[in-house]
């Protein structure tokens, strides 16, 4: 079955900088991957995603690159705010029929002023 | 929220107690699924549902049954807690749209002692 993997677990950056976080999957058959922002007590919210049909997506300050060759995605946010910090999960999945997606283990972000 | 709610949102309960979690949705999507949220391990499948009376495990469905008599509501039973059980458990639906994401509710977090 599919397995992802998330790395770092914690990130800490500069108000203003720039974060990445990069998962990793294993299955080919996998075309979907989400990426959800947690923030305290709340539900998992999405806030992009990516089919394996394209290598970039962008919105706004977000963007996802996918290289399905390595079989890794990774996150970017540029220009980061204090409402940034939350805990970042990465997915994977076939976009179609029960979509049983396998998450990777979570960063948590930390925005400093 | 996506029109999902979750009840109860707090449960204690005690080792070899029955425990029943409710999920709710307004907007009539045939995929329903839960996750269990755990620290170390992101979200991971306990079962999902592709239509009334329809339902399959996901990968970590031990000691769980599911059932849906209709299309808005999705149930989690423990049918005999554990304190391996204790964790904190989201209800998601697929939406209908093009895009196919999957919206998460807002969680119930159960504590079995």
């Known amino acids: 079955g599919e397995n992802v993997e998330q790395h770092p677990s914690t990130l800490s950056v500069q108000e203003g900088d720039s974060a990445v976080i990069k998962c990793t999957y294993s299955?080919?058959?996998?075309?979907?991957f989400p990426w959800y922002k947690q923030e305290l007590g709340k539900g998992p919210q999405l806030i992009i995603d990516?089919?394996?049909?394209?290598g970039e997506k962008k919105d706004q300050r977000i963007a996802v690159t996918l290289n399905k060759t390595a079989k890794h995605f990774s996150l970017h946010i540029t220009e980061t705010q204090p409402e940034d910090s939350a805990v970042y999960f990465c997915a994977a999945s076939q976009v179609q029929g029960a979509q049983k997606l396998v998450f990777g283990q979570g960063t948590r972000l930390t925005i400093n002023p | 929220d996506a029109g999902i709610t979750q009840s109860p949102r707090h449960k204690v309960t005690e080792t070899g107690t029955p425990v029943t979690l409710r999920c709710h949705q307004t907007e009539n999507h045939r995929y329903m699924y839960w996750y269990r949220q755990d620290p170390g391990h992101g979200l991971r499948l306990i079962h999902y549902s592709y239509g009334v009376k329809d339902t399959d495990k996901g990968e970590v469905s031990d000691g769980y049954s599911v059932s849906r008599s209709k299309t808005e509501d999705f149930l989690l039973t423990l049918e005999s807690a554990t304190s391996s059980q204790t964790s904190v458990y989201f209800c998601a639906i697929k939406g209908t749209a093009a895009g196919n994401e999957q919206f998460f509710g807002p969680g119930t977090r159960l504590t079995v002692l």
């Open positions: 990516i089919r394996s049909n394209v």
């Open positions: 299955d080919s058959a996998s075309n979907y």
